[in-house]
């Protein structure tokens, strides 16, 4: 025992005197686990300031790196065109929604000019899995064509939804590989998402191939369903209503450091009442519940994921990225909304309650509900706008990174600009891959994307401009300025080192840096199919 104490001594001597490096060197052929949540705001997890329980994540951000200038397209369907394919979604053809308007940026099709991060690296003996959301082409019929369906487009093993949203219970377009095939059992699908996934890490452990594992929660996106005893552990927790939880978040996120304490707290959106003078507490309490329930459940099985690599001895050279699709949702759920997503009974043949109607609390299948344009508000704290936007309220995603074997020392912040696109060049950098001119016979167009990795190991990057477009909002910053604009209004200029809540409007201040950042976004909308919104 004294010389197994005197082992022990020894030890925390010589690491005291030496203590480890922040980052070690990349180690060859990560395994990458890519996991997205879908419409959740910038100040929704516990490591940017919120009150919502997400204890595995949070791990995650203790081990590893926080992002606080990171960003996404503003809308769900662009974002995962861009992250799969390092480049702007125009150019991967997937510049608004599922529609095609029979223009380059806007089939609703991944083009065959990109190439995904699965596709490269199946190529250097990755293993390639995907679970949860696809929602990167227009055909979902299961008749249909499926040359863009995951199978096709470089991912071994698939399980999940080629749609977009839709209930959680009995999610449409559900499939594994390339078959439809509906809920069995107790079903929930962030539950089925997650336990998916670590049944394809428990099967690429059999090889001694390296892996890829993108997860695409479809959580917390509407509609609000969640179970019951996710639901019962937030009871009460938001009677102090909208403006004490952006104020408690706001202070929680300057204390962290995720933002300035010079950047004030954005007014209240005009459409929002102050709480006091609000009708129907109990219901509007229920929805942000729900909200949080969901965010809550997706966390659990973030740790059922990190606990199976741990389980197969994968852990330490895991690349793990967690990130938001974009910002939180203000959409209100009407009650003549029809669609795809949307179901018409239940599994059990129960009618499906449509709209956001006070006298119906949200949270079982057979309601169809959103938390709106308040609760959305307090998500993006301190944030102008929402999904949709590309003021830093639809666009800023919290990006939190781990890699134990590279990152020896966690917990701090990154406050360098990177976009979704990087993420591309950041993962075939990891894994000593060359992105292609050419795959599969057919030309590939450059990526738009800079690899983080200089970030991950300790180093320093200066991003050259980033630029956005939806739905006719447009966006370019560059270093600290940010031009952006809300469709149909004019430019406004914003310093984001000073003021990255953009409360002071700088455009008429500086008219020569509004002209050269507006030729600056003309000249990148030329170049990548992006056209006039009318």
Same mark, same amino acid.
């Given at each position: ?5 005197? =082992? ?6 010589? =690491? @005291? ?14 395994? /990458? ?35 606080? +200038? ?14 799969? &394919? ?35 690296? $199946? ?18 019929? $299961? ?17 999940? &939804? ?44 059999? @090889? ?58 954005? @007014? ?16 509007? +309490? ?35 990225? =967690? ?18 997503? /949307? ?51 639809? /666009? ?29 060049? &950041? ?6 891959? @060359?992105?292609? &001119? /050419? ?96």
């Amino acid at each position: 025992m004294a010389a197994r104490l005197a =082992f022990v001594l020894l030890l925390f001597i010589s =690491f @005291s005197a030496f203590p480890p490096a922040l980052f070690a060197a990349a180690t060859d052929q990560p395994d /990458i686990v890519l996991i997205m949540a879908d419409d959740m705001g910038f100040s929704d997890l516990g490591c940017y300031g919120s009150e919502i329980w997400t204890p595995n994540i949070d791990a995650l951000a203790k081990g590893g790196l926080r992002f606080t +200038q990171f960003y996404n397209t503003a809308r769900c369907c662009p974002t995962r065109a861009a992250l799969l &394919t390092g480049l702007y979604p125009h150019q991967a053809g997937v510049g608004h929604m599922m529609d095609d308007w029979q223009k380059p940026g806007y089939r609703g099709n991944l083009n065959q000019e990109c190439v995904t991060i699965a596709e490269v690296l $199946s190529t250097a003996g990755y293993q390639t899995f995907l679970c949860g959301k696809w929602h990167v082409t227009r055909h979902t019929d $299961s008749a249909g064509p499926k040359f863009n369906w995951p199978l096709e487009r470089g991912f071994q093993r698939f399980f999940g &939804t080629i749609h977009g949203g839709g209930s959680y219970f009995d999610p449409v377009t559900l499939c594994r590989d390339n078959e439809f095939v509906g809920p069995t059992g107790d079903f929930y699908y962030t539950e089925a998402i997650s336990e998916h996934a670590a049944e394809y890490i428990q099967y690429a452990a059999r @090889s001694r191939q390296p892996l890829f594992l993108y997860v695409a929660y479809t959580a917390p996106h509407w509609p609000l369903h969640a179970r019951d005893t996710d639901i019962a552990r937030y009871r009460g927790r938001y009677a102090m209503g909208w403006d004490e939880l952006r104020i408690r978040r706001h202070k929680e996120m300057i204390r962290q450091g995720i933002v300035d304490a010079k950047w004030p707290l954005t @007014s209240r959106d005009a459409r929002v009442l102050p709480w006091a003078e609000v009708a129907y507490k109990p219901w509007h +309490q229920r929805r942000m519940e729900v909200y949080a329930a969901q965010i809550d459940n997706m966390d659990r099985g973030v740790g059922r994921i990190l606990e199976k690599l741990e389980q197969v001895g994968r852990r330490d050279n895991a690349l793990v990225f =967690f990130l938001a699709d974009n910002g939180g949702c203000a959409e209100e759920i009407l009650s003549n909304w029809k669609g795809l997503h /949307i179901p018409e009974k239940t599994g059990d043949g129960r009618g499906v309650m449509v709209g956001n109607n006070p006298s119906i609390m949200p949270g079982p299948e057979e309601t169809y509900q959103s938390y709106g344009v308040p609760w959305a508000n307090a998500s993006n704290t301190p944030f102008r706008l929402y999904k949709h936007w590309v003021h830093e309220g639809g /666009i800023a995603t919290p990006l939190v990174v781990s890699w134990p074997a590279v990152i020896r020392q966690g917990g701090r912040l990154v406050h360098e600009p990177g976009h979704v696109v990087d993420l591309m060049a &950041t993962c075939l950098d990891a894994a000593h891959v @060359s992105y292609p &001119t /050419i795959f599969a016979g057919r030309d590939v167009l450059p990526t738009a994307g800079e690899s983080l990795m200089p970030l991950l190991t300790g180093g320093t990057r200066r991003r050259g401009p980033i630029f956005w477009e939806h739905e006719g909002n447009r966006a370019v910053r560059d270093g600290n300025w940010k031009l952006v604009s809300r469709h149909p209004g004019s430019w406004e200029l914003y310093d984001l080192e000073a003021d990255r809540t953009e409360m002071n409007d700088l455009a008429g201040q500086f008219p020569a840096i509004v002209g050269q950042m507006a030729k600056m976004y003309d000249d990148w909308a030329a170049r990548s199919n992006v056209l006039p919104w009318k």
